[in-house]
């Protein structure tokens, strides 16, 4: 039977990123042929992260509960000591200290716990690009948890069109972009008064007191919020989350990054499809984008052996277990240095908590 010559038209990409298109001669068009990947373990590693960090955040929870509500009964309950990762989510104070540390080169000794987690999150995202997002993050793992019990609910979730995600996806710029800018106009004297105003002490008790005391309104936006995130994928993280786009954008410089070899690639376009950020995976060679979360979702549901990998520089492959560790030393490591030299606690005396925690609705945001 005689051959019938085709004409392919190849896509490739240049070294500006650009797509171009190449016509290719050939007597057939040829299948790959599929080299199965063995299957590994990387979610079952990254869910334990996730799991175990969760946990961690609910014990930290607790702990600052009842040490609030010691204060806030004069001592009639039992003391606990303050946790000081409760300051990991005070990412504000955080980067006010971080701004201070840089001008004056002290650690400040209030909330100094905040930056250095920030500080850690910020080298997660350079070692392996967004890893806090889809690793450790307690909002990101229970949005996970929403979007996907969605999508086994209801056999799908929703995602906004081209011309609506793209500045969807700006407003996480534009709220980093305001705090950064107030930030920024602060002197170290500016900050220094800022953290030691009663505001700035019991910032953590006034973000407890704001879920403990939910007022109408906010009740309405956390419930739009979770509803939301049941239908759209990572909605929060996608859209609104400052931190994810500060860690994002120094994930942009990170040597970690997904490579795809067109050469195994088999075109299937699961990579893609399981992609919790949406990136067209099976149309780049490298994933670049501030989006990528080291979730490595892509690589465990790619059925070609070699096709997608999480690399240094185009250089070996980085498994789920190196991630894992990677995340858990500079984590540890950080926290563990700040305990060892003394700046992990805040300088807080009792005295002050006694008459501040009690009073800490009252108090208003410094101008």
Request: proline residues 6%.
């Amino acid at each position: 039977m005689e051959e019938t010559a085709l004409t392919e038209s190849v896509v490739w990409y240049a070294s500006d990123g650009r797509a171009r298109q190449q016509p290719v001669s050939t007597s057939k068009a040829r299948k790959k042929t599929l080299v199965r990947r063995q299957p590994d373990r990387a979610q079952l590693i990254r869910r334990t992260a996730q799991a175990l960090f969760l946990l961690l955040n609910i014990w930290i929870g607790t702990r600052f509960y009842f040490f609030v509500r010691f204060y806030e009964t004069g001592g009639q309950t039992v003391w606990i000591p303050r946790p000081a990762g409760v300051e990991g989510w005070l990412p504000i104070a955080g980067l006010m200290n971080l701004k201070y540390f840089a001008l004056t080169g002290l650690v400040p000794d209030v909330h100094p716990a905040g930056m250095f987690l920030l500080a850690a999150f910020l080298g997660m995202s350079w070692l392996a690009r967004k890893a806090f997002c889809s690793w450790l993050c307690p909002v990101g793992t229970l949005s996970e948890w929403l979007w996907q019990g969605g999508r086994e609910i209801f056999g799908r979730n929703f995602s906004a069109p081209r011309w609506l995600d793209i500045p969807l996806r700006g407003l996480k710029y534009l709220l980093l972009g305001f705090f950064v800018w107030a930030v920024s106009g602060m002197s170290a004297s500016d900050i220094a008064a800022f953290i030691r105003s009663p505001y700035g002490l019991v910032a953590d008790v006034k973000m407890l007191n704001f879920f403990r005391h939910l007022g109408g309104a906010g009740a309405i936006v956390l419930a739009v919020l979770v509803v939301s995130s049941v239908f759209v994928q990572n909605l929060w993280c996608r859209y609104l989350c400052p931190y994810g786009a500060l860690l994002g954008l120094v994930a942009l410089v990170s040597p970690a990054r997904i490579q795809r070899d067109p050469g195994a690639c088999i075109d299937c376009a699961k990579c893609a499809n399981a992609c919790p950020s949406l990136l067209p995976v099976d149309t780049l060679l490298s994933v670049k984008s501030a989006e990528c979360t080291t979730c490595l979702e892509c690589v465990t549901i790619c059925p070609a052996e070699g096709a997608l990998q999480l690399t240094v520089s185009r250089r070996r492959a980085i498994p789920a277990w190196v991630i894992a560790t990677v995340v858990a030393v500079v984590f540890l490591g950080t926290v563990g240095y700040a305990k060892l030299t003394g700046h992990w606690n805040s300088a807080i005396p009792d005295a002050a908590y006694r008459e501040l925690v009690p009073a800490a609705d009252s108090f208003a945001h410094p101008r």
